[in-house]
């Protein structure tokens, strides 16, 4: 397996720089919504929920249906 250094000179490091930002944001997202749900109504927000609420988002659009839904699976585990 080749190790892809993360050097701002290599010719992946925009799409990586890119895609990492963007996880970031709906990570970031999706966890304030859990926490405000948690805070000001002591629900715990789905899996689902959280799909269907942030399908529209932008950041989740900008990546891979996969690799946003799996960020959503991360929250809900955490």
Do not use: G
């Not at 929920?49 to 955490?78: F, G």
Request: glycine residues 0%; aromatic residues 16%.
């Amino acid at each position: 397996m080749r190790d892809i250094s993360h050097t701002k000179n290599h010719r992946f490091y925009p799409e990586i720089d890119r895609l990492c930002f963007l996880s970031k944001n709906l990570y970031n997202y999706a966890n304030y919504l859990v926490r405000q749900s948690w805070i000001f109504e002591k629900t715990n927000l789905s899996y689902y929920y959280l799909q269907k609420t942030l399908s529209t988002q932008s950041d989740y659009q900008a990546m891979p249906a996969k690799v946003s839904q799996q960020i959503l699976m991360i929250i809900e585990r955490n």
